[in-house]
């Protein structure tokens, strides 16, 4: 391709990937369909990505240098769950990531174990059950669409969400957590809350609510999250 679909002019355009895990392996999947010039920053690469540096068709900055971002037209943050950025950048602020907000709200909403629905491919699925789980949250069952393309997780219509949410459930689940940000889950959170009895929380519907939260702003938004009782608030 020679453009990216967010009507960029990509050949021989630079385009850096903050990352060197399973994350920016996918982000480098959807950049080498076009024709860019792919930095990845980030030390100690996976083997998808190694590959990529050895094979030439990717330049490797292990640290941020003066010439990283130099030209680029496209950046993405692939740094996986966010483990450690606030200790990364001083702890000058709070950090939300969209896992970082999902634990927020199972916490508020009093949730020990979830279904799992993601568009992504089994592999990537399960590492998100995996991280869950090292954070003490059960993932009781675990659903994958076997997606691998931002455009088509972004494309997918609100009544396959919906089918997929429903097959995702399990009795024993608190609630249904709807993994990934370029899901377009917002609109279905409500449908999926009535047709299942329980709450329904997305990765940019838990990220946005966590930072209202925790810098104690008051706002309305989808689904059970935003109906919280005043007292877990900090505000």
Same mark, same amino acid.
């Given at each position: 391709?020679? %453009?990216?679909?967010?009507?960029?002019?990509?050949d021989?355009?630079?385009?850096?990937?903050? @990352?060197?895990g399973?994350?920016? &392996?996918?982000?480098?999947r959807? $950049?080498?369909?076009?024709?860019?010039e792919?930095?990845?920053?980030?030390r100690?690469l #996976?083997? +998808?990505?190694?590959?990529?540096?050895?094979?030439?068709?990717a330049v490797h900055?292990?640290?941020l240098?003066p #010439?990283?971002?130099?030209? =680029?037209?496209l950046a993405? *943050?692939?740094? @996986?769950?966010? #483990?450690?950025?606030? &200790?990364a950048i001083g702890?000058?602020?709070? $950090?939300v990531?969209?896992?970082s907000?999902?634990?927020?709200a199972?916490?508020?909403l009093g949730?020990?174990?979830?279904a799992l629905?993601?568009?992504?491919?089994p592999?990537t699925?399960?590492? $998100?059950? @995996?991280?869950f789980?090292?954070? @003490?949250? +059960?993932v $009781?069952s675990?659903?994958?669409?076997?997606? #691998?393309d931002d455009?088509?997780?972004?494309?997918?219509?609100?009544?396959?969400l *919906?089918?997929?949410?429903?097959?995702?459930?399990?009795?024993?689940a608190g609630a249904?957590? !709807?993994?990934c940000? &370029?899901?377009p889950?917002?609109q279905?959170?409500?449908?999926?809350e +009535?047709? !299942?009895?329980?709450p329904v929380v997305?990765? %940019?519907?838990?990220?946005f609510w966590?930072?209202?939260?925790? =810098?104690?702003?008051?706002?309305?938004?989808?689904?059970?999250?935003?109906?919280l009782r005043?007292e877990?608030?900090?505000?």
């Open positions: 391709m020679k %453009n990216f679909p967010m009507f960029l002019r990509m021989g355009r630079r385009v850096v990937i903050c @990352g060197s399973a994350e920016a &392996a996918r982000k480098a959807l $950049v080498l369909k076009t024709e860019a792919i930095v990845i920053l980030g100690d #996976d083997p +998808e990505l190694a590959g990529l540096a050895a094979s030439g068709r900055h292990p640290e240098r #010439d990283t971002f130099a030209g =680029a037209v993405f *943050v692939a740094t @996986g769950w966010g #483990d450690g950025v606030a &200790a702890g000058r602020a709070p $950090v990531t969209p896992l907000g999902a634990l927020r199972f916490a508020g949730i020990g174990r979830i629905m993601t568009p992504y491919l592999q699925a399960d590492l $998100v059950a @995996g991280w789980a090292g954070q @003490g949250i +059960e $009781v675990e659903l994958s669409l076997g997606h #691998d455009r088509e997780m972004a494309l997918l219509p609100q009544e396959e *919906v089918s997929a949410a429903m097959r995702a459930d399990h009795p024993e249904v957590f !709807l993994s940000t &370029a899901l889950a917002l279905a959170i409500g449908e999926i +009535e047709r !299942l009895g329980k997305s990765s %940019n519907q838990a990220a966590a930072a209202l939260d925790i =810098a104690g702003i008051p706002a309305t938004g989808p689904g059970s999250l935003y109906r005043e877990w608030r900090s505000w």
